[in-house]
C-alpha cells in the first residue's frame, strides 16, 4: 500500500499541476477550434472513403446480379423509397424489393454531388441512373434521377439505413415533324 501511495501521490500532483486544457480523455474531440477543424475534416474523409467502398461493393453485386451481396449493404432497420410508390421497411422487405428490382435493372450508376458525415451518421445526395433490363429486340429508355441516403455506422461499418429515388419525370417524345 506505502508503495502504491509512493507512486499515486506524484502522479496526482502531476496532473493537478497541468492546465484544464491539457488534460483531454482519449478519442475525446480537441478543445483548440483549429485541431477541432482539421479533426472534423479528417472524420468526414475517413467516412466519405468508407462511403465510396460501400457504393463500390454495393454497384459491383447489383451488376452481378447478387441480391444477397446486395443485401448487407443495408442496416437492419433500413427503408428504401422507389419513386414514391415502393416503400421497403426493415431488412427483410428491402431484400424481397431487391430480388424484384434487380434482375428488372441493369447497372445503377450514381454521382454524388453532396456528403456530410457526424458522429455514426451520414448523409450523400446525387444522381443515380439505370437501364431497365428489356425482353430481347426491345428497348427501353434509361431512367435517370436524384436520390438521398443517410448512412449508418453498424458494428464499425458503414450501412444504408434510408435511400430514397427519385426518377426524373419521363420526356415526352418530341412531335413529329412533316407535312401532308
Do not use: C
Not at 1 to 25: D, G, W
Not at 32 to 46: F, I, K, L, M, S
Not at 126 to 133: M, V
Request: no cysteine; aromatic share 8%.
Amino acid at each position: 500500500m506505502r508503495n502504491a501511495a509512493r507512486f499515486l501521490l506524484p502522479l496526482a500532483l502531476a496532473l493537478m499541476s497541468a492546465p484544464a486544457a491539457a488534460q483531454r480523455l482519449p478519442g475525446a474531440p480537441p478543445t483548440d477550434p483549429a485541431e477541432r477543424g482539421v479533426a472534423r475534416h479528417q472524420y468526414t474523409q475517413d467516412v466519405l472513403r468508407a462511403h465510396e467502398a460501400l457504393v463500390r461493393r454495393w454497384m459491383e453485386a447489383w451488376a452481378e446480379g447478387d441480391v444477397k451481396a446486395v443485401g448487407r449493404s443495408y442496416a437492419e432497420t433500413a427503408t428504401v423509397v422507389f419513386d414514391a410508390q415502393e416503400k421497403a421497411q426493415g431488412k427483410g422487405a428491402v431484400e424481397q424489393w431487391l430480388r424484384r428490382s434487380v434482375p428488372e435493372m441493369s447497372e445503377v450508376r450514381t454521382a454524388l454531388t453532396d456528403f456530410r458525415a457526424s458522429g455514426a451518421l451520414a448523409y450523400a445526395y446525387g444522381t443515380f441512373s439505370y437501364q431497365p433490363r428489356s425482353a430481347p429486340g426491345e428497348s427501353a429508355a434509361q431512367v435517370t434521377g436524384t436520390y438521398v441516403a443517410v448512412l449508418v455506422e453498424e458494428r464499425g461499418r458503414w450501412k444504408y439505413q434510408t435511400q430514397v429515388f427519385i426518377p426524373d419525370a419521363p420526356q415526352a417524345p418530341a412531335p413529329a415533324v412533316g407535312g401532308n
